[in-house]
Each structure stands twice: as structure tokens, then as C-alpha cells.
């Protein structure tokens, strides 16, 4: 509950100061200036007032409860004021300064201590080296923050990890007139988290938007849990910055190098509904509009002009989006050929013209309004010299107040003109310089809304011998890879098909298991040491008799020699298209799986698609169909689909196996052979790497 924090009764600025320049004396002008509804505490033992308000030498001397305090002055003083403010129960401490964990070991100590003084006295710390909370709720009005940006309430809550995308994010909305709900930078996370904020924004009823700036995730499990709740009910729009790391570690399968650092946020976000923006243009942008549109029930379109090229390019970029254009109903043809002007065209996009008036451009959107194939509309409007514009912005306005479905604007127009920008906005529709910004902004109210909408996951729990595969796992604890046999018989327990194989352990057993595996085979040298089989000469494919496989294994055998491998038969398929899946372990969450094309495709084109466990029936058919080369599977020209059912089983149980042995640090199944419909999928290369304990 972090009710104390955004909704103070009562606030004691310790370091508060006469001296302008001091954090202390800022925050308290700024709870001042904003009209702070309840009491302000200065704490200074030095001067009597500040400004006109009676200073205090400590908390224990103020009379009154107090609920909050903001904490500037020197780092090392800071466990000190914190036991007064423990023993007075203040509930939140916010610490605005900095030479903690920032500062390295010394820090960190420090900051461990104040957390530690915090919760003996049930106090929470928020930061350190941070920037602070504003609330603008009218009843409330806190702005315990160092900053300028001046506060109107709204409904858009930010929370930024950094103080200074988090005041750009605040200082651009304030430009274009708009106002926030609450705000906060967090600093350090040493106690009150992230995602408790984000959190506490998706309860608060006045929140409409939630955007978050991350840098490192501190907690990502738990964001997951948080951001999944609460996009059910509001939007999260997220900004994840600081993609390249050196910390890339080194990865030994496919799986783990396919995967780039930025993966698991895409993973986390995707899996949780949150909608990410790569810039914090377009992340206000669409906060704008979420602000103040409703959710499109669906993903079709219909634009609106006065002006032609524009138009097109928001068509490119309503497609190029994933959205479609709507077909408009019969009635609502009939209804805009009558009310629109002879030269105007009656389709999608609707361009009514240049010299439409209020009654053509507001009819026309009225009656898209109503028409059941529209479930949203961007407007392109250019303030023409010859007509009415104000009066177009003002009929716009009208509607866009009423309208239950979304209304986006691209608005061309000099200073003249600036009342009508302001009629449009003040009714809710946001206005953009760009149609492309517009067209940007619907696909991520759309695509919202189908989160919104995305059916309950179904989940399938396979009978499956887990305890043959501790078993397995338990003999391995010191090695990095496991042996092929290992390997099979893991896949075999989770009821993962994989072509016919056996190991060989005596040469002189070799024709007696061939015979078993059955002619044509494949002979497949098997040696930790070795990764990839085939590029050494490992791998000898068709095999089709005994002679041919003396032979083949004689030279092998020579030729690995100091390797001292074991050998491995294989049944040799055909007929099969090759597929890669994999497994990646990740630390304190699911692991991610992934599903590509193999060979080629993979190697080079690196089309593949991850998801984070557990899979869901419906997370490994949209991964399925998520890749480019989804039509080769599909089948194209004449070429029968493939056993997608088989695909979607074996992604489900791999994700099963991986979610049962967190020791499981990296799998690749490269390649399975998924055969023509109905006809299954088998392994035929697997390798499974455990995580060094
Ligand atoms: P590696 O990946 O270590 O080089 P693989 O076992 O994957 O070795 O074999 C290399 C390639 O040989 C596979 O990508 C596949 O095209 C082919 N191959 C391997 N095993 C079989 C098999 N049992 N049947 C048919 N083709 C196979
Ligand atoms: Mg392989």
C-alpha cells in the first residue's frame, strides 16, 4: 500500500533551506506553489523559519502525525534522521540523495543500513538518489519532487527509472496542454519497487495510462505478475532503454546466440500485454490517445480528408501497422453521397474535399461513427482558407466527446488557426503534425485492445516421467553437456518424438545395432568436444549397408581419434522440412523457448520467434504462424501443409521440460523433421546444456 506516499497527509522536508539553490528549499516551493492540501514540516536545527513556516530542530519535535518525509541532506547523515523519523512513525521516507549503491561497495553498505533502519520502525524508503512523487489529484496535490515541470491533473501516472526521461515525458505533455496523475522516480529501488508503482497505478481509479521508462529490470518475475494484472484493465505503454550490454554472455547452441539481449524484455512485455515504444515521442504520443479515446473493438479503419497525399500515406501507414481498411456499410454510402459534395469520394479513404464545411467534414465523420464496419477513424484535416475551420473543429469536437470509437488527428495549420488545434484536443481527440504519427498511434490502441481481448490461455499438462529425467539430471551435476543417450532418453520421457537412435559402445556391436536401427542410417560421431557434427566431417548420412558403414565408421573413428568418441545410429529420414527448437534458462523466471525454420533460415536469416514459458495452446500456435517462413510450413504452391498440431505439441511439452528442471541452461533441437499433416515430427540432433552449478 503505497497510499502514504502518494496521498501525504502531512510532509517534513528534512534539509528544508532558505538558500534557493538547495534541493531542500525546492521541494518545498514546489509543495507550495502546487498547493499542498496538508501540513508542511521544514526541518532545519539551524534556522528558526523557513520561509515563513516555523522550523523544527528534528521530526520528534513536530506536534502532528506525519506521514511523509523528503530527505536531502548529506548521505552519511541519513541513518540518523532516519531513527528519529522510525521512532515519530512516519511512513515514507523519500530520499533524494545520492553516494549509495550508485557510489559503489561503501554505498551499497549504506544503503543496505538505511533500508534496515526503515523496516525496524515499518518505514519504507523510496530511493535513494531519487527524484521524488507528485500526485495531482485536487484533493491531494503533492509535487515532493526536485523539479519544474509545473502539475495539472489529468490521467496519464509515469513511472521512469530515470529522472530525466521521466521530466521529458512530463515536460512534453505539459507543452500540448496536457496533465498527469501521478508521477514518480524511484532512484535506487533499494525498497519501495518499480513494479509496487506500477501496481498502485493500476489500482487508482483516475489512472486511465500507465507509462514506464526501464533501464534493468530489477525484479523481472515480478513484473511480469504486476504488468499482466494490471494491463488487464489499463494500458501500460513501456520504454526499455540500454538494449546493447556488454554483458553478453558466451552461448554455446543456437538458442542462447539467436537470442540478443533485448529477448526477454520482448518476451516479458509480450506474455504480460505491455506495449512497447523504442522512442518517448512515440510513447507520448499514443499515451495521449489512450488517454482520452476508447479502445478500438477492432483493427478497421477508415480515414478521412480533406486534402489528398496525405491520406495515402496514413493508408500506407495504417497497413504497414497491421490495421485494415474498413469496407464502408451500404447505408453509410447512400448517407455520405447525399451530404458530401459532387467531387468528393465516397470510399476509403473518404476525401470530402477542401471546400467541405462543418455540415460535410462533421457529417461524414458522424455518420462513420455509426457505421458497425468502422471501429476507428483518423482524420486528416488541413484548415483551408475558404471555409469555416472552427467550425469543423468545433462539430469534430462535439463528436469526439460522445464517440465510442477512437478518433485520431493529423492537423495542418499555421498559428491562425491555433483555436481550432484547441477545439479538436479539448474534446479528447489527440492532434498530431504527421499522419504516419497518427496511423502509429491507432495500431497501438488496436493492438491493446486485441490484448484486452486475447481469450483465457488454455493450458495442457502432458503425462510425462519426470522422475526418469531427475534421475538423468542427477548423475550430471558437473558437466556442462550431456551425453546423446542422456539426451534421448530425456526427450523420450517428456514424449518428445525423435528419430529411431542408439549409441554404439563396442565396435564390434556395430553392425548387430545397425541392424536394429534398420538400413538406410545415419552414423553420427558423439563427443562433448564436438558442437557442430556435421562441419567436422561427423555426420554420414544414408548409410545403406553394412559395408558402407565399416568403412564410413573406420575412417571416422580415425579421424576423431583424439576426440574418443562414442558413436550414435540414427534411422535416416526423409521427407520432413527442418525445423529448430530451443530452450534457454533464465534466471529467477520461465525460461524462453523458440521456434524457427532450420538450416539456412535459421543461420542466416535468423527467423525465429521466442516466447516465455509456460507455454500456452494459443502462445505456441502464434509463434508457429509469427515467423516469415510460416507459409513454407502452411505449404505453398501445391506443397502439402506440414504436421502443425505435431509442432504445436512438441513446443508445448519442451516448454514443460524446461519449466520442470530450471537446471536446464540451453537445448537445441536442430533440426527436427516435421513430416506432411497428420504424419508427426521427430528429433534428429539434440544437445542440452546444464547450468554450472
Ligand atoms: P550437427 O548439427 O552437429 O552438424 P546434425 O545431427 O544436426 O549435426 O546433422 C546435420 C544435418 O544432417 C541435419 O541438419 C540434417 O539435415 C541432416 N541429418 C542429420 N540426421 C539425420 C537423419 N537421421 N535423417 C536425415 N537427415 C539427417
Ligand atoms: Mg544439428
Not at 541513518?79 to 559503489?104: M, Q, R, S, W
Not at 512534453?172 to 519501495?192: Q, T
Not at 504488468?227 to 513501456?238: C, D, E, G, H, N
Not at 551425453?483 to 520421457?493: E, F, G, K, N, P
Request: glycine letters at 8%; aromatic letters at 6%; proline letters at 5%.
Amino acid at each position: 500500500m503505497l497510499d502514504a506516499l502518494f496521498k501525504p497527509r502531512s510532509v517534513a522536508i528534512i534539509g528544508a533551506s532558505n538558500n534557493p539553490l538547495s534541493i531542500g528549499h525546492i521541494v518545498m516551493q514546489n509543495l507550495l506553489d502546487h498547493n499542498f492540501k496538508g501540513p508542511i514540516y521544514p526541518i532545519n536545527p539551524k534556522s528558526k523559519f523557513i520561509k515563513s513556516f516555523r522550523a523544527y530542530t528534528s521530526v520528534s519535535e513536530i506536534p502532528d502525525e506525519v506521514d511523509l518525509v523528503n530527505i536531502s541532506i548529506k548521505n552519511t547523515l541519513v541513518p540518523y534522521v532516519l531513527e528519529d523519523c522510525g521512532k515519530k512513525g512516519v511512513k515514507f521516507a523519500i530520499v533524494h540523495t545520492a553516494g549509495f549503491k550508485e557510489v559503489g561497495e561503501e554505498g551499497l553498505q549504506l544503503e543496505r543500513q538505511i533500508v534496515e533502519i526503515a523496516h525496524k520502525y515499518g518505514m519504507r524508503i523510496y530511493g535513494p538518489n531519487s527524484q521524488g512523487i507528485q500526485n495531482s489529484d485536487p484533493a491531494i496535490s503533492v509535487y515532493a519532487n526536485f523539479t519544474f515541470v509545473p502539475m495539472s491533473p489529468g490521467n496519464i501516472s509515469i513511472v521512469a527509472q530515470s529522472g530525466g526521461v521521466g521530466e521529458t515525458l512530463k515536460l512534453h505533455l505539459y507543452r500540448i496542454g496536457k496533465g498527469i496523475r501521478m508521477y514518480s522516480s524511484f532512484g535506487n529501488e533499494a525498497d519501495v519497487s518499480m513494479n509496487e508503482i506500477i501496481d498502485y497505478y493500476g489500482q487508482d481509479e483516475e489512472t486511465k495510462v500507465i507509462m514506464v521508462h526501464i533501464e534493468t529490470m530489477k525484479d523481472p518475475a515480478g513484473f511480469l505478475e504486476v504488468a499482466s494484472r494490471v494491463t488487464q484493465k489499463k494500458p501500460i505503454l513501456a520504454l526499455k532503454t540500454g538494449k546493447t550490454s556488454e554483458g553478453a554472455v558466451a552461448v554455446a547452441s543456437h538458442t542462447g546466440s539467436l537470442m540478443e539481449q533485448d529477448t526477454l524484455t520482448e518476451v516479458i512485455f509480450k506474455k504480460a500485454g505491455v506495449l512497447r515504444f523504442h522512442s518517448q515521442e512515440d510513447m507520448i504520443d499514443a499515451a495521449v490517445a489512450f488517454a482520452n479515446q476508447p479502445v478500438p473493438p477492432g483493427d478497421r479503419v477508415v480515414i478521412v480528408t480533406n486534402t489528398g497525399g496525405p491520406a495515402i500515406i496514413a493508408v500506407d501507414e495504417c497497413i504497414s501497422a497491421g490495421l485494415k481498411m474498413a469496407k464502408l456499410s451500404a447505408k453509410t454510402k447512400n448517407t455520405l453521397k447525399k451530404l458530401v459534395f459532387q467531387e468528393a469520394i465516397v470510399s476509403n479513404p473518404v476525401d470530402v474535399v477542401a471546400t467541405a464545411g462543418p455540415e460535410q467534414y462533421g457529417g461524414t465523420v458522424e455518420a462513420l461513427l455509426k457505421d458497425p464496419n468502422i471501429d476507428s477513424v483518423l482524420l486528416v484535416f488541413v484548415t483551408a482558407p475558404f471555409v469555416d475551420c472552427e467550425g469543423i473543429a468545433r462539430k469534430l469536437g462535439e463528436l469526439g466527446k460522445t464517440a465510442d470509437k477512437p478518433i485520431v488527428c493529423q492537423v495542418m495549420t499555421i498559428e491562425k488557426w491555433q483555436e481550432v488545434i484547441r477545439l479538436i484536443r479539448a474534446s479528447g481527440i489527440p492532434v498530431y503534425d504527421f499522419a504516419e504519427t497518427a496511423a502509429r498511434t491507432l495500431a497501438s490502441m488496436t493492438q491493446y485492445g486485441q490484448i484486452q481481448q486475447r481469450p483465457t490461455p488454455t493450458f495442457v499438462t502432458f503425462r510425462k516421467q519426470k522422475k526418469k529425467v531427475e534421475v538423468i539430471l542427477s548423475k550430471h551435476k558437473k558437466e556442462f553437456f550431456l551425453s546423446q543417450q542422456d539426451v534421448y532418453d530425456i526427450l523420450s520421457a517428456y514424449g518428445i518424438p525423435a528419430a529411431k537412435t542408439v549409441k554404439v559402445t563396442k565396435d564390434k556391436d556395430l553392425a548387430k545395432v545397425a541392424k536394429e536401427v534398420g538400413y538406410p542410417l545415419v552414423l553420427k560421431v558423439d563427443s562433448e568436444s564436438i558442437v557442430h557434427k556435421s562441419d567436422v566431417g561427423g555426420v554420414a548420412l544414408g548409410i545403406k549397408d553394412e559395408s558402407v558403414l565399416l568403412s564410413v565408421h573406420k575412417k571416422m573413428a580415425k579421424k576423431f581419434a583424439k576426440h574418443k568418441p562414442d558413436f550414435i545410429l540414427q534411422e535416416h529420414l526423409t521427407g520432413g522440412k527442418e525445423v529448430i527448437m530451443g530452450l534457454k534458462g533464465n534466471v529467477g523466471l520461465e525460461p524462453t523457448v523458440m521456434f524457427g525454420l532450420g538450416g539456412v533460415f535459421v543461420e542466416v536469416l535468423k527467423d525465429v520467434e521466442f516466447r516465455l514459458a509456460p507455454l500456452s495452446e494459443e502462445d505456441a500456435i502464434e509463434m508457429i504462424q509469427s515467423i516469415k517462413g510460416y507459409p513454407i510450413l502452411k505449404g505453398t504452391r501445391g506443397e502439402k501443409p506440414v504436421d502443425i498440431d505435431a509442432v504445436v505439441d512438441m513446443l508445448i511439452r519442451l516448454s514443460q521440460l524446461g519449466t520442470d528442471f530450471p537446471q536446464l541452461d540451453e537445448m537445441d533441437l536442430n533440426p527436427v523433421f516435421v513430416f506432411p499433416k497428420g504424419k508427426g515430427a521427430a528429433v534428429v540432433d539434440a544437445r542440452i546444456k546444464l547450468k554450472s552449478l
